[in-house]
């Protein structure tokens, strides 16, 4: 019939539970493909869920999901289902009939309460294992049910899926490819998969059939809801429905899908045989999905429910093709446990009983022991990326270590995270952010070019081709080999192109022939000559070309599937290097280091490696980071490398010897300095720096008092703690010194005067502090302020404040001090120093580590003046301060400022970050203010009533990190997000920080 003509009204909902269950309340349409189903809320405050079937419906299918429930309420007892509620006369299943007269189906079950799945957000692995756990928790609770009913012929079966080949028609030409391989390998499996286990189970927890608990921090699956499509089926079906739709709208729907299977056979344990099937049966179920979309779009066009899932369950079909079967059933297997390879543990066991020697492998180079190469990200061997990345200078180096062990191959890189894979070809934009393959999984053997390669065991060449490109294999050669009952593969990678398709695909090879030679570059994939040795126990329908390096989120599976070569040669040199763990790391910290020492996120990184705006876990995973501000020019700049590593070579000591590096250091800065500001002092951080300036004031002007903001930070020693209110108001602070007085941060978002205009009255703040110190008799020593107030909260200065507060500290003889640690040298974009976009000329900056791009570095300008008070006879001498090494990074830190124009291009990338960030706020008004210049921002997070969120912003910070983007929180109230990355941070950064932030913003938790 016409749905609309058999539709049920709210208000007749209402009706039928008066008439039928004397029950009163308000009706809500919810979704249902057969029934139509409405929340009731009662008079009396409970909540039931009214189910009224179409016209002319099958009591016993009513009578079957009414029994089914009954039978989980007594065998699942941890389980929380929906009760059976009788009608007014005690029958289970009510009757009622409709404005055309027709008799419908009326059954009342409890309302669950909860929030849908479809509207949970974020759906992360702790809640996917959570579904996967309860719904085996309910096949377990059915296992010996059964009802004539649940043998039905249903087109929702999976294992019935063959009728969808009468529609394969309805799609074009791509989309009926998608559908028809699918179909093939449903056809395919058909014989094992018949024999798999059966059992009645719920066969639709969709995603608006699953409840989830309202804890937006940890969610969990409350219940699975409408047992309408449970049938007698496979078991591994009801797994492969509830993957389904739970992975819909993931980046790698693989991934998504493994903490599902793992809490699914957690409850109810799963064979291997099934696990064969669940990729295939994923696949089914999505393909019946479209195809009852299809069909419906014809049938009842106004029937929205049909096609609910029609655009996601076909993106996710078309990135679930492009999945590596295999793969997918090596991964379930590993996730329920077993050996992700089948064939592992016979590989094992037969590898224990073999030993090769390395000369069988390289007959020619006459010696078989390893000195171990270490290329992993954490090497110190490896060194910077500009030094690996030259091949003449890697071939250099490699030859220098070949000299020192004249009788030893250099090897090794078995599952070792390498940072050299830097082609876009080896990332990719995972669930959560950006992934890079970096785990070798073979052997390197760095030899020289045609050093001849010889098989170790009888093969097949299956592979034998030119894999041409940038960090591709070059020559390549794949053998197959027969084990004992089992078979599996050898790579031989970088080989030369003539040598390697000189084999023909289909030939075989005796152990000892000759395979290939090593090539040179750039023929052998533009490397260092040597052999990518691995072994493979399958191909993964692989024909050109295999992968030699892994993500490290599939680590378990790859191991597995690619063993360890050193099984077959088992010599030292080629036993992987072992690590600490991050948790030993940190037992360690907790028992040897000071407890104030914090470590950054709830679960802290383990860095070991920076490259320009990334830093790199043990893993080889990147992070974009806003954060570092010290590494002003880039982690790890191959100038200022250079620079340090050039100097250091010569010679370090300190400045009572004449160089000219202090004198360079100090031109380069002068030349970005006004020139009132014409004397320097170099000292080795941003607190030794204000310690100075503070001593400079005392012999300037005589006088002690200084003036500071709220809030302020200007460095960790006794004398900047004094005038740092973040630290002595803060936690385990005495609150201010007599001779530091505080003015209120001058906020105009959310502090004492606020909006526009308000300068003047935060100046007159200022003053007022002025005649505190002059009430006792005092006079001001100086007036200390950064230009944007850091710790505050990236707060900027207002408008003609910092010009007025210079005018009243000047006329009551104090002197004025620029802290510009972290602002400075060229992060404001439209000036170089902070201090300059308001107009004034401080008597003394000070500047810190950023000068040394992260080298303790730091100095004082000031002018001849207050140089001359302070030579007063008292020798100033800093051991380290103004050391060649450090002004020869310092110089160099400069030129690559005004060199790579970073200054622009903070003004430039800065601008249009600002600009987004401020879009962004429309979108989520949780964003109260976003502030600052160039590249040095802030967003404040808060409520309707300007109220702090600093739960959000720490939750934001860190599941920003989680998505590989490194954040932190400041200010006063923990609620602002700061934003200082390196300058060379760009403009697709900018987009990539801006799309994440969006999105965890849109999540549960940070909803207001």
């Known amino acids: 019939m016409e749905y609309n003509k058999i539709r049920i009204t709210a208000d007749q909902a209402i009706n039928i539970a008066i008439e039928n269950f004397n029950i009163q309340g308000t009706a809500k349409p919810l979704q249902g493909e057969i029934d139509f189903n409405f929340k009731i809320d009662a008079t009396d405050g409970k909540a039931y869920i009214l189910k009224i079937s179409r016209p002319d419906e099958n009591a016993d299918y009513l009578d079957f999901q009414q029994k089914l429930l009954q039978y989980i309420a007594k065998s699942g007892s941890d389980l929380t289902v929906p009760s059976v509620i009788p009608d007014k006369n005690g029958s289970l299943i009510s009757e009622t009939k409709d404005d ?126 409408d047992f309408g499509d449970s049938v007698y089926t496979q078991i591994i079906n009801d797994l492969a429905v509830v993957c389904a739709y739970a992975i819909m709208h993931h980046n790698d729907p693989l991934q998504a899908a493994l903490p599902i299977v793992r809490g699914y056979n957690n409850s109810f344990p799963l064979l291997e045989s099934e696990l064969e099937h669940l990729y295939m049966a994923i696949a089914m179920r999505l393909v019946i999905s479209v195809t009852k979309s299809a069909i419906n779009k014809k049938k009842e066009p106004d029937n929205t429910y049909l096609l609910i899932s029609e655009k996601p369950a076909w993106e996710l079909l ?72 030259d091949l003449d200078y890697f071939q250099y180096i490699l030859k220098k270590l070949q000299g020192q062990y004249p009788s030893k191959i250099l090897a090794g890189g078995y599952l070792e995270p390498r940072p050299i894979y830097t082609t876009s070809s080896y990332d990719k934009i995972g669930n959560n952010g950006r992934e890079s393959r970096s785990i070798h999984l073979g052997v390197d053997f760095w030899l020289p070019a045609n050093t001849a390669v010889h098989a170790l065991f009888d093969g097949e060449v299956v592979t034998a081709v030119n894999d041409e490109g940038d960090k591709e294999y070059g020559g390549l050669v794949i053998l197959k080999h027969q084990g004992e009952g089992f078979e599996y593969y050898t790579l031989y990678g970088h080989l030369s192109v003539a040598s390697a398709t000189r084999n023909k695909v289909g030939t075989y090879l005796k152990a000892g022939d000759v395979i290939g030679i090593l090539g040179n570059w750039p023929e052998n994939g533009n490397w260092a000559p040597h052999l990518h040795f691995q072994i493979m126990l399958s191909m993964l329908q692989y024909k050109i070309d295999f992968p030699g390096v892994a993500y490290y989120s599939q680590i378990a599976v790859w191991k597995s599937l690619c063993p360890d070569p050193n099984l077959l040669f088992k010599t030292k040199g080629l036993v992987g290097r072992k690590t600490s763990s991050n948790s030993e790391i940190i037992d360690y910290r907790k028992q040897h280091l000071g407890k104030s020492l914090s470590l950054q996120y709830k679960v802290p990184i383990k860095m070991v490696r920076g490259a320009g705006q990334y830093l790199m876990d043990q893993y080889g995973r990147k992070y974009l980071d806003t954060v570092n501000n010290v590494a002003h020019v880039g982690h790890e700049h191959p100038a200022v490398v250079k620079a340090g590593q050039e100097q250091m070579a010569l010679i370090n000591t300190n400045s009572r010897y004449l160089h000219e590096n202090i004198n360079e250091l100090a031109k380069e800065l002068l030349e970005t300095l006004p020139p009132e500001l014409s004397v ?126 210079y005018q009243y500290v000047r006329e009551a003889g104090g002197l004025c001090i620029s802290d510009e640690v972290q602002v400075g040298c060229g992060r404001m974009g439209s000036t170089f120093w902070g201090f300059q976009m308001h107009g004034v000329v401080p008597d003394i900056v000070t500047m810190g580590k950023p000068l040394g791009n992260g080298h303790p570095l730091a100095a004082v300008a000031c002018t001849r003046d207050v140089a001359e008070k302070f030579a007063n006879g008292m020798e100033y001498f800093n051991t380290f301060g103004g050391n060649p090494v450090s002004c020869a990074i310092g110089a160099e830190v400069l030129r690559v400022v005004k060199r790579e124009k970073l200054q622009a291009h903070a003004l430039e990338v800065g601008t249009y970050l600002k600009k987004e960030l401020m879009a962004l706020a429309l979108d989520f008004p949780i964003i109260g203010d976003v502030r600052g210049q160039g590249l040095f921002l802030g967003i404040e997070l808060v409520n309707g009533k300007k109220e702090p969120l600093a739960n959000k912003t720490d939750y934001l910070a860190n599941r920003m990190k989680d998505h590989g983007i490194l954040m932190s929180t400041d200010g006063p109230d923990h609620n602002v997000l700061k934003i200082k990355p390196p300058m060379v941070f760009s403009q697709e950064n900018a987009e990539e920080l801006v799309f994440y932030l969006g999105k965890i913003l849109a999540e549960d938790f940070m909803t207001l």
């Open 680 to 805: 320097l002092h170099f000292v080795n951080s941003g607190s030794e720096a204000n310690e100075l300036a503070i001593r400079m004031i005392k012999a300037a002007t005589g006088q002690r008092d200084i003036i500071a903001s709220e809030v302020g930070y200007h460095g960790n020693t006794n004398m900047c703690i004094d005038i740092s209110s973040y630290k002595f108001d803060g936690k385990g602070g005495k609150g201010a010194p007599e001779h530091t007085h505080i003015f209120p941060l001058p906020d105009a978002f959310r502090g004492k005067y606020q909006g526009e205009n308000t300068g003047e009255h935060y100046a007159e703040e200022v003053k007022v502090q002025i005649e505190k110190i002059h009430t006792k008799g005092r006079g001001v020593g100086a007036f200390i302020i950064e230009p944007i107030i850091s710790c505050g909260g990236q707060i900027e200065l207002p408008e003609g404040f910092l010009a007025k507060a």
């Open 100 to 225: 055309s007269g027709l008799i419908r189906k009326v059954r009342l079950l409890s309302w669950i309460a909860g929030r849908v799945w479809s509207g949970v957000n974020p759906q992360l692995d702790d809640l996917r294992y959570s579904l996967g756990e309860h719904c085996g928790k309910l096949t377990y609770a059915l296992q010996g049910f059964d009802h004539p009913e649940a043998h039905r012929k249903f087109v929702w079966d999976i294992a019935e899926g063959d009728w969808t080949t009468e529609y394969l028609d309805l799609f074009s030409n791509g989309d009926k490819e998608v559908i028809s391989c699918f179909q093939d390998q449903f056809h395919l499996a058909q014989p094992g998969y018949d024999n798999l286990r059966q059992a009645v189970v719920h066969n639709d927890a969709n995603d608006n059939n699953v409840i989830v608990s309202p804890d937006l921090m940890a969610p969990k699956v409350v219940c699975a809801i």
């Open 318 to 389: 078309r990135k679930w093709k492009d999945i590596n079967a295999d793969f997918a059933h090596y991964s379930f297997r590993e996730a329920c446990g077993f050996t992700a390879h089948p064939g592992e543990e016979k590989f094992k066991v037969w590898s224990q009983r073999q030993t090769f020697s390395l000369e069988r492998l390289f007959p020619n180079i006459g010696f078989n022991e390893v000195y171990t190469l270490d290329l992993s990200v954490s090497s110190n061997w490896l060194g910077h990326e500009k030094d690996f990345n």
